[in-house]
């Protein structure tokens, strides 16, 4: 299945040169703003009006650096309040250095710690209602006045909803940082699981025959030393074949772009064969209609037939076990059934059967596990073939 990338945010699409585009238009319309609110009625564009146009240009270049160093830029904007308030302007001819200043607020909580927005907040809070409540009392207005204290609350609501803003913004990113973090650790626990898995199923049932093979060698070495030999043969192959899954195994690690070669339920008569070397005699059944199946279902399928009749080897002390695997329209249905002890060390102490039952459940299957009332244990399994699946 195809998997496309996530489309980066808007910004990060746009053009080369549209975000200095866009930044050279913020602080022309700021200029312009600011030069409408600081020319009086009475005055016109010669002279008193193109040095107050100088001013606000003044007043609006140090925007243009405003999206790299956003703290820097704040402070150059309240030093212009406190100038021009020093100089005699009204709050109301600098109300647009009181937006730009909120504005900024908002992008140094996006880019920068929770400390650094609180500051930014607080501080410019404090330098416009300082001016603010200023400009009243030259006036000889009450700040305590219905209307002016509105006007106050409302001033103080700017710059705390654009701090709360940027907060926001700067919280959700981290949030999905995080959560990427979490889904790639998830992701390379799930891996190490799955190759702990892998590397318990293939060398479990191999060091298993080999010892039982290398105990029955060893009590007829003496007596019957062509059958002494026979063993040691089987131990030799078994051994070998390990060996090179291993191989293949760590192969596959070292080349992080190989495909993955997997075993399946074709490799089940390999299986039977070496089972039984081991002295376990295994009746394989095969019902239903043999097909193709996916990898992931192929793959688990082999290696739950592969624990469970190591298992039998190892704990059921039975010379024969019935395996059966059974194609069904929607799933694949895996039983191992022996009439040994009926108990296995592997569900309480080992992996096996955990083992086992994490495969089905990856596959959103069903696993059943443990003695038989008749005696012996039994495995089923039973995994679903996705539709449209070959």
């Known amino acids: 299945m195809h998997h496309e990338p996530p489309r980066p945010p808007l910004l990060q699409r746009l053009p080369p040169g549209t975000s200095a585009l866009l930044t050279g238009c913020a602080v022309v319309i700021f200029a312009v703003t600011q030069y409408v609110m600081?020319?009086?009625e009475d005055e016109d564009v010669h002279p008193e009006g193109m040095a107050l146009a100088g001013v606000a240009v003044?007043?609006?270049l140090p925007l243009g650096w405003a999206r790299r160093r956003p703290a820097p830029v704040l402070v150059v904007m309240l030093g212009e309040v406190a100038a021009a308030m020093a100089a005699g302007a009204s709050a109301e001819q600098i109300w647009p250095v009181f937006l730009a200043a909120d504005i900024l607020v908002g992008l140094i909580a996006v880019t920068r710690t929770h400390r650094a927005g609180v500051t930014a907040a607080g501080v410019t809070l404090a330098v416009q209602e300082a001016a603010w409540h200023l400009d009243l009392w030259r006036?000889?207005?009450?700040?305590l006045a219905p209307g002016f204290l509105a006007l106050t609350i409302l001033l103080a609501a700017f710059v705390v909803l654009?701090?709360?803003?940027?907060?926001?913004?700067?919280?959700?990113r981290e949030y999905g940082e995080a959560l990427r973090a979490h889904a790639a650790a998830q992701a390379v626990t799930a891996e190490r699981l799955r190759i702990a898995r892998e590397l318990h199923d293939m060398v479990a049932h191999s060091i298993g025959v080999i010892a039982i093979q290398?105990?029955?060698?060893?009590?007829?070495?003496?007596?019957?030393?062509?059958?002494?030999?026979?063993?040691?043969?089987a131990i030799e192959t078994t051994s070998r074949e390990t060996l090179k899954g291993l191989r293949s195994m760590v192969g596959v690690l070292r080349r992080s772009e190989a495909p993955d070669p997997r075993v399946g339920l074709a490799s089940l008569d390999r299986l039977m064969a070496t089972t039984t070397a081991a002295g376990v005699h295994v009746d394989l059944r095969w019902q239903g209609e043999r097909r193709p199946l996916p990898a992931p279902v192929d793959q688990s399928a082999f290696r739950i037939v592969q624990e469970a009749v190591t298992n039998v080897v190892r704990h059921a002390d039975t010379p024969h076990c019935h395996v059966s695997i059974d194609y069904g329209g929607e799933e694949l249905r895996i039983e191992v059934v022996d009439d040994g002890r009926g108990t296995t060390t592997a569900e309480g102490n080992g992996f096996g059967i955990p083992g086992m039952r994490e495969r089905v459940a990856l596959l959103n299957g069903h696993f059943m596990a443990g003695p038989r009332p008749e005696g012996g244990f039994r495995v089923a399994a039973r995994l679903p073939i996705p539709a449209g699946a070959p």
């Open 139 to 143: 006036n000889g207005y009450r700040a």
């Open 162 to 172: 654009a701090w709360l803003a940027g907060a926001a913004i700067r919280q959700r």
């Open 58 to 60: 003044a007043m609006a």
């Open 38 to 40: 600081l020319l009086n």
């Open 214 to 233: 290398a105990g029955a060698g060893r009590r007829v070495i003496d007596a019957h030393p062509a059958q002494a030999r026979d063993v040691l043969d």
